[in-house]
Each structure stands twice: as structure tokens, then as C-alpha cells.
């Protein structure tokens, strides 16, 4: 069935690095996907919305130059952090707005 | 701009209680309610939606009501057991232009213990 990949599942880096999570719709397109953050013991907090083909919406607050999003096509988004200092350590997860469907999160630890 | 507050954030209850949680919003123009659950360092697993014309919905010991002239909801959790043991979260669901876009409450953390 419809589903939404993420990867990685967790990652550490180096700080000043950067780290690119993707998430893939499988068999269905997803014209629109919702990235979230979770900060350890805290609810999820909306960052972006990225629709196909166009540029992403970012919540206030939100860094867009430190925090790409790239929607290049309908089963493609991808969220990179950029220069990742150890702040930038959270939980991040996808969720496509067709079907509501998560990915699995990736977990993210800058040292 | 919708918020959306759980209560209690945290609860430890002794095995086979009853128990209900919380959730109340601001903005009764959601489009729909979900709850979710989160084990430790884990994603979400959705439990139960509720879609903006329906009271509640129900799953095994599951059942969740939704009352948006007030802007509640509240997950009854029937027969607990320690594996119920996690983080609940309620979203409300935007509609219109912000069509699926989710608003989440802090979270109860739930303990069961044997």
C-alpha cells in the first residue's frame, strides 16, 4: 500500500556538515509534503511545506537558507541542514499531504 | 493560528484503569482530528481519525470523541495494559488553504504499570 520512505533513519555528523534527508512517496504521488521537528520531550512543530515544483513555505521562525527543501518531483522531497550544529540536533519527520501518510523520522545528532 | 493543549502532560496509572485524555483547541474550523501514539525514539502510529462530521471513532479499547463547538477531544482507553506504556498526541487538521496541515498538542505521556 501507499507509503511514505524516509532516510536516513538517524544520523550523526560533524558539526558544520551537512545532512540531506529524503523522503519518498511509494505508489502514489505526493503533490505536497509537511516537515516536522521534535525537540527531545516535545511535541512536533511544523518547519515547512514544500509543494512539487515550487518553493517551499516556511513557518516563522524557520531558517530557509539553513533548512533547504527541495520538491523536485512528486515522489521526491528532500530537507538538508545546512552547517549543522548540535541545536540542530532533533527529530525530523515527513508527512505527505496526500493519504496523510508519515515517513519514519530521522533522527539527527550533530557533534 | 490554532493551538491545541493536552492534558495531563504526564500520567502513570496501575493496570486495567480506565482512563481518558485530554486534548482541547482553539480554532473549532478543523478540519479533522487524529491521535497518534509514540513509543520512545520511535515515529507516529495513528490510532483514530475523526473526520469534522463524525462525534468519535472507535478501535479495540480505543474510542475517541470530538466535540468542536467546545474545541475538545477527548481518547478513552479502556482495560489498560502495560503496552498502552507511551506518548499520546492529538493533531488537529487543518482544512481550506492549509488543507492537511497539522497542529499538534504537547503530548501526555502514559505509564502503565503492572
Known amino acids: 500500500g501507499a507509503v511514505v520512505s524516509q532516510h536516513p533513519s538517524w544520523v550523526i555528523c560533524k558539526s558544520g556538515t551537512s545532512v540531506k534527508i529524503e523522503c519518498r512517496s511509494l505508489?502514489?504521488?505526493?503533490?505536497?509534503m509537511f516537515w516536522y521537528r521534535q525537540f527531545p520531550k516535545q511535541s512536533l512543530m511544523l518547519m515547512a511545506t514544500?509543494?512539487?515544483?515550487?518553493?517551499?513555505?516556511?513557518e516563522q521562525g524557520v531558517e530557509k537558507d539553513k533548512f533547504l527543501i527541495n520538491h523536485a518531483s512528486l515522489t521526491l522531497s528532500t530537507l538538508t541542514v545546512t552547517s549543522a550544529h548540535p541545536e540542530d540536533s532533533s527529530f525530523y519527520i515527513c508527512?505527505?499531504?496526500?493519504?496523510?501518510?508519515f515517513g519514519q523520522g530521522t533522527r539527527l545528532t550533530v557533534v | 493560528k490554532q493551538e491545541v493543549t493536552q492534558i495531563p502532560a504526564a500520567l502513570s496509572v496501575p493496570e486495567g484503569e480506565n482512563l481518558v485524555l485530554n486534548c482541547s483547541f482553539t480554532d473549532s474550523a478543523i478540519y479533522n482530528l487524529q491521535w497518534f501514539r509514540q513509543d520512545p525514539g520511535k515515529g507516529l502510529t495513528s490510532l483514530l481519525l475523526i473526520q469534522s462530521s463524525q462525534r468519535e471513532q472507535t478501535s479495540g479499547r480505543l474510542n475517541a470523541s470530538l466535540d468542536k463547538s467546545s474545541g475538545r477531544s477527548t481518547l478513552y482507553i479502556a482495560a489498560s495494559q502495560p503496552g498502552d506504556s507511551a506518548t499520546y498526541l492529538c493533531a488537529g487538521i487543518a482544512g481550506g488553504t492549509s488543507y492537511g496541515k497539522l497542529t499538534f498538542g504537547q503530548g501526555t505521556i502514559l505509564t502503565v504499570h503492572p
Open positions: 514544500s509543494n512539487e515544483g515550487s518553493k517551499a513555505t516556511y
Open positions: 508527512r505527505a499531504r496526500e493519504g496523510g501518510f
Open positions: 505508489d502514489f504521488q505526493a503533490t505536497t
